[in-house]
């Protein structure tokens, strides 16, 4: 039996406030996804209030779009279905239009919930590219159709969020349907102060570590990158501890004498 993933909102783990910098980014999520889920009969009135029904969160990778996508269901209590041409590939293969009508049809029994397309280039990209297989044509339709099903009930509380490195890739059916898009990009030097300080938050650091040093060196890097560098960075004084370990050993035998006993607790910064 295949099954659809779905992480209930007090699981998933991610909220704004662990997302450094992308202030506008998440002001406008709030603003245009929170109130829509918690409360749809707000928006039922006119035309132009209609909750959207699809966000387009683009830009490089590394840069927070899939935690923007986790904290909008944890911080609105709706549950959080991801779904990627990687998920689809590795365990519906060759059943893509069956997962994708199961993905729609559980996500509006257990709304208020967020269906989450990772790299939906690759699995909603141009319609028309060559030699593309009947059973991609046919899960691609299925999607379309049950996401126009779900944009004619104003009261669903499902909505569609996608993200992508590469907007252009994009099918203009899928664009059409995505009426908001939202750029996720590089963060500056300000930013990437913002980030640092997130990622740090519960670390004890030196008092010679400056974070604003660290911020204007590394130009270029995403908020993934910035992770990764403080994750390597804190590894060091481990290697540095099982070098001195290693080297105290070859000295003590040198001498002829016991090597030392290792290091139990030791304050590794
Ligand atoms: P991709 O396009 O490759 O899927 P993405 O834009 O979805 O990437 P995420 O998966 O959200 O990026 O981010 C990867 C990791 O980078 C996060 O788990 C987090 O550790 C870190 N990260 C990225 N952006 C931020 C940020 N703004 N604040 C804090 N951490 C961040």
């Not at 279905?81 to 069956?98: A, L, P, Q």
């Not at 044509?137 to 126009?148: G, H, I, P, Y």
Request: net charge neutral; with cysteine; glycine share 6%.
């Amino acid at each position: 039996r295949l099954l659809v993933d779905v992480i209930p909102p007090t699981d998933i783990g991610v909220t704004f406030d662990d997302i450094g910098a992308l202030e506008n980014v998440k002001d406008t999520l709030k603003e245009l996804v929170m109130l829509p889920l918690q409360r749809p009969e707000l928006f039922c009135k006119g035309q132009l209030t209609k909750p959207c029904k699809g966000i387009l969160l683009f830009g490089p990778p590394g840069t927070g779009k899939t935690m923007l996508a986790k904290a909008v269901a944890t911080e609105a209590g709706a549950n959080f279905i991801n779904i990627s041409m990687s998920s689809i590939t590795s365990k519906w293969f060759g059943e893509g239009e069956k997962y994708v009508k199961a993905v729609f049809s559980l996500a509006s029994k257990i709304a208020p919930s967020v269906i989450f397309v990772d790299e939906v280039d690759s699995m909603l990209g141009r319609r028309e590219s060559p030699g593309e297989h009947e059973a991609m044509r046919k899960m691609k339709n299925e999607f379309m159709v049950n996401w126009d099903g779900l944009r004619t009930k104003d009261k669903e509380r499902v909505l569609v969020l996608a993200a992508t490195n590469r907007p252009f890739d994009l099918d203009e059916a899928v664009i059409r349907r995505l009426p908001r898009r939202l750029m996720v990009n590089l963060p500056d030097t300000i930013n990437r102060y913002k980030i640092l300080k997130v990622i740090l938050a519960k670390e004890e650091l030196s008092a010679t570590i400056d974070l604003d040093v660290i911020a204007n060196l590394t130009d270029g890097y995403s908020g993934s990158d910035l992770k990764n560098l403080c994750v390597t960075a804190a590894h060091c004084p481990i290697r540095e501890i099982l070098e001195k370990e290693k080297k105290d050993k070859v000295v003590a035998l040198a001498e002829g004498r016991p090597p030392p006993p290792l290091s139990v607790s030791t304050d590794i910064r």
